[in-house]
Each structure stands twice: as C-alpha cells, then as structure tokens.
C-alpha cells in the first residue's frame, strides 16, 4: 500500500488523541471562544499537541498547519493537517458525531487521510491509489443514479443564506429521497461509504476537508468547490456520487 507507514503513525496518532478526548468528553467540557466566535476547549488543544508530537517524532522533516495553532514549515514539500476535533459544538453537547481529522499533502495533493469518530467507534481512512476503508474494510460510493432515490446531507444551514442558491435550496431539495444533516465529517463519510449520495459544505477550512476529500475520491465519489475548483483550500464544497455531479454542479454554480 503506497504511504503505508505515514497512514500507520497517522492511525496510531489519532488513536492516541482519540482516547485522550473521550476522557475529556466523558469527564466534562469547559470551552472558551476563538476570534471567530467558534468554540475551542482544552481537548481540543491538547489533542493536536499530542498528535504533533507523535507525527513529529517520525517525520521530523514534514511541516505543520493545525487548527489550534500548529504551524510548522516543512523542508520536504509534505506537511500534516490537523482538526484534533472536528465539530466542538457536538463535543461539547453530548453528540457522538465529532470527528479526528488528520491528512498528508504533499506537492499540494492528500495523500493521506484519516476521519475518525471515537465515540462511534469508526474510523475512516484512504491512501492516495490504496482505496478507502472503515475499520479495515473497503468502502464504496452507493449505486443510485437519480435524485428521485438518493439522500443529500446539507451542513450549516445557517450560513446558506450568503450564497444565490439559498433562496431557492428548499424547493430544490423536495425532489430527494431524503435530505439529512447529522455533522459535516460524519456527512461526507456517509456519501463515501455508500449511505447517501451528495453532501453540500457552504463554510469550511483545509482541515475540514483535507482528509474527507481524498477518503472520499478513493471510494469512487467526486469532489468540487461551488466555483468549480478542485480545492480543499476553497471554502466549500460538494461531495456527490458521480451521477449527482452535473446536477450538484449547476446548482452551486447558478
């Protein structure tokens, strides 16, 4: 498997940090607020010293780009991007959906990546060429071809009315089997692993995606930004089915 000893530190990482966040989970929750106003709790930071370290301690060379802080310039054109818990707002009420992002980009492409979700007990994973796998076993996009059978997820309703098709999003949804929202890591992996069919993220940042991106090209979906790009660095994107991607297209696009 190509990136076969970067993906095991990268699992043995997040699963150190995982249990180490579980205990604060179980424990209780104190957060604090970010410049943003998002919130941020001492899991959070402690998770991403943790993984620092042991991602370190292998790939002294890689570089850094943490959502809590971490950033390091690498000398070998890779560099590991950390969300040591994705979804503090689930974290900090109860909600089993946060997520462990952990992915390797090197000459500006994933290659490897890793989503886990502690309290479910899943973890996600894929190598760039090596395919995408839950607990150790492959996953695959879903079959379905029309929207009339497919299950969309849409993630942070509240911030779709910044973009031109918010006000029209209600009555384009109604032709869907259905339509869901469980957590934007947790949507994505759906779509990955044959559960649902597309997945619209109107805000997110590198972290957000850097793993969900490639885990889900692995497993046959197809990633895009509203403008078309192909990014994690775009500030949004779509998650679909390759038969959904004209349809997705022309909706984000307008």
Known sequence: MPYERELEVALAAIGTAG?????????????????????????????E???VQML????????????????KPGSVG????????DG??????DNRNWAMLLALEEG???VVGVAAFPALGETYYATKGGGAFRNGKPIRISSFTRVEDSTIFVNSLNCLHEFHFGRTLIDW??????????????DAMCIASGAGEAWIEPTCKAWDLAPLKLIAEEAGARFFNFDGGNSIYGGNCVICVPALETTM??????
């Open 19 to 47: 249990e180490t966040a579980l205990t604060y989970w179980r424990t209780g929750i104190v957060a604090d607020s970010k410049a943003d106003l998002s919130p941020v709790t001492a899991a959070d930071r402690h998770c």
């Open 49 to 51: 010293r943790l993984i």
């Open 56 to 71: 370190l301690a292998e790939f002294p060379e890689d570089g850094l780009l943490g959502e809590e802080g971490a950033d």
């Open 78 to 85: 890779r560099r590991w991007i950390i969300d040591p818990i």
């Open 88 to 93: 503090t707002r689930d974290f900090m009420r």
């Open 108 to 110: 500006g492409e994933v």
């Open 173 to 186: 949804l109604r032709p869907f089997w259905s339509v869901r929202s469980f957590s934007g890591a947790l």
């Open 249 to 254: 297209r022309r909706f984000v696009a307008g």
